[in-house]
Nanobody, 124 residues
């Protein structure tokens, strides 16, 4: 089991930037897929970006491509999500998640361990 802790959320204006962090402990992530998901108010949890930790392959949802960047620090076992040009529709609780089966899945069902989430609110 991997323990995940997100941080970095907040209230910003449209066009601003935020960087989210996800610290992982309990396991090394070499055989994991790691993901960022978000849950807008009243909606289902949705894919934002994922990384295959060993290969370094990264995938983004179309809605964030070109604005969000996923990165990692292997030594710190930490994953980041740099969010630029934020829009009101990016308002959501953001979660990081770990898939020990390395599935590179785009749906939450692939992911076993989840952080508690961090709130991002973007005002227009």
């Amino acid at each position: 089991q991997v323990k995940l802790v997100e941080s970095g959320g907040g209230l910003v204006q449209a066009g601003d930037s935020l960087r989210l962090s996800c610290g992982a402990s309990g396991r090394t992530l070499n055989n994991y897929s790691m993901g960022w998901f978000r849950q807008p108010p009243g909606k289902a949890r949705e894919f934002v970006a994922i990384i295959n930790w060993s290969r370094g392959t990264i995938y983004y949802a179309d809605s964030v491509k070109g604005r969000f960047t996923l990165s990692r620090d292997n030594a710190q076992n930490t994953m980041y999500l740099q969010m630029n040009s934020l829009k009101p529709e990016d308002t959501a609780i953001y979660f990081c998640a770990a898939d020990p089966y390395n599935s590179d899945g785009f749906t939450p069902s692939y992911y076993v361990d989840w952080g508690q989430g961090t709130q991002v609110a973007v005002s227009s």
